[in-house]
């Protein structure tokens, strides 16, 4: 199908993105690739009165590491960010994520930022950023604030952004050295959604875990952490059997979905197994014994 | 509702046209354009039918609003084969019979051409996984690896 009409705006800055929402009222949407809004509209699933393009601002396009992470705007794509030496020396978690992302020519056009602003609970960008932690910067007509990762999702495609806000970027924290990472999700082909994902870091010191973070995808209506596995990570050596147990508790309690893909207790058995699995390669990406 | 003057470079050719807001790229270059190879399959983003290139990268062209190409440089299908000679990739889905009912085809040639130019030496399995953005319901893919892997080695001869 073809989409609705609409009325195109095309903001030219972040604080002209920002007045143009303030302005347009609840039935503006911002347009940024345009990967999933686009084929909710086709599907007459969405039918936003306005749309702000604000992929031509400047201010919006940027992607590069500091000290304290990496800074990625809301005009960056996911392909470039996917590629960016600073993704893959500051956040290899969210290069792998966005590899699974989509398809490449989905890539070239979709956002980082418009996924985790899409809030799907079952996509891969925002389990990775969730799992290493950062900050959502968003813009409104009354200013900007600083919204953290962990506070920034709350139920399906739903956010803590208020009516008239954008987020202009994201920064995902830096770990330090000896950090390793996993990425795993479960999908029937190169083409469909997964079914279920984990997306995990921990960092080793003496050969002990003294830091980590554990957070699932599809299977609550948030990318969700899991702080039993986490406590069960930290202070342990890394091993199978410390993974396994870390595993147990990361499905234990979570009351997925069923859907034509899967039933909930499948994907409570997905949850298991791929948290294991990822637990394992970032084990052996940190330097650790698995 | 709202229309909008742009401007598109079209297979080399800069083209102006004033479209509705909600006008697909795809749409565009079909009904406005003429330029029919672009073939509309699922026109939710999936299916990779309506492929074409802007600044040489693949896209889903169903699934971008034309006034988004507004100053973009756009590469279609048209553009293979402008004369009588096709294109050594085309050539090479003909002998390996890279195609049956030919729908999926014009999005298959460009994401493979892609392919190539990104990476000449490509292996089986790139290109196989290269070209899962894009589905074909006929051949099995199979006959589609083997001519893309075979125009490449080709393009690359024609570069030495």
């Not at chain 2, 090479?92 to 392919?115: D, I, K, N, S, V």
Request: charged share 20%; hydrophobic share 40%; with cysteine.
């Amino acid at each position: 199908m073809k989409s609705p009409p609409f009325e195109y705006h095309r903001a030219g800055s972040a604080a002209e993105a920002a007045a143009l929402l303030g302005e347009l009222g609840f039935d503006a949407r911002i347009l940024a690739g345009g990967q999933s809004l686009i084929p909710l509209m086709n599907l007459r699933l969405a039918a936003p009165a306005y749309l702000v393009d604000i992929t031509r601002a400047p201010d919006l396009a940027g992607i590069g590491a500091d000290g304290g992470g990496l800074h990625i705007g809301a005009a960056a794509r996911q392909r470039t960010v996917e590629l960016h030496t600073d993704t893959l020396a500051t956040a290899p978690v969210l290069s792998d994520a966005i590899s699974n992302a989509g398809q490449v020519p989905v890539r070239h056009q979709g956002t980082v930022v418009g996924s985790i602003a899409h809030a799907d609970p079952s996509a891969e960008v925002p389990a990775a950023f969730k799992a290493q932690g950062g900050t959502v910067t968003a813009q409104g007509s009354g200013g900007t604030r600083e919204i953290p990762s962990e506070d920034f999702f709350e139920g399906y495609f739903t956010t803590a952004l208020a009516e008239g806000e954008l987020v202009t970027a994201v920064t995902v924290d830096a770990w330090p050295a000896g950090t390793g990472h996993g990425f795993l999700e479960f999908s029937v082909t190169a083409e469909s959604w997964p079914i279920a994902l984990a997306a995990v870091l921990i960092h080793t010191s003496g050969g002990k875990i003294d830091r980590a973070s554990v957070v699932l995808g599809g299977v609550a209506e948030v990318p969700l952490r899991r702080p039993e596995a986490e406590a069960i990570l930290v202070g342990s050596t890394p091993s199978a059997e410390a993974f396994e147990a870390a595993a147990e508790a990361a499905a234990a309690g979570i009351e997925p979905l069923s859907d034509s893909f899967g039933s909930g207790a499948y994907r409570k058995k997905l949850a298991r197994v791929l948290t294991r699995r990822a637990l394992t390669t970032a084990a052996e990406r940190a330097g650790g014994k698995a | 509702m709202s229309t909008h003057d742009i401007t598109v470079t079209v297979n080399g050719t800069a083209t102006s046209a004033s479209v509705e807001a909600r006008r697909s790229l795809a749409d565009f270059l079909r009904h406005d354009l003429g330029l029919v190879g672009t073939h509309i399959g699922c026109e939710q983003g999936a299916c990779g039918a309506c492929t074409v290139l802007i600044g040489g990268r693949s896209v889903r062209s169903c699934i971008m609003f034309a006034v988004q190409a507004d100053g973009a440089e756009i590469q279609t299908i048209e553009s293979l084969a402008p004369g009588a000679d096709l294109h050594p990739l085309q050539e090479a889905f003909r002998r390996h019979q890279g195609l049956q009912c030919g729908f999926c085809t014009p999005g298959m040639l460009l994401r493979g051409l892609e392919l190539i130019s990104d990476n000449p030496d490509l292996t089986a399995e790139e290109a196989r996984e290269g070209i899962s953005s894009n589905m074909c319901r006929c051949t099995g893919y199979q006959y589609i690896v083997d001519a893309v892997l075979d125009a490449a080695a080709e393009m690359r001869a024609e570069e030495d």
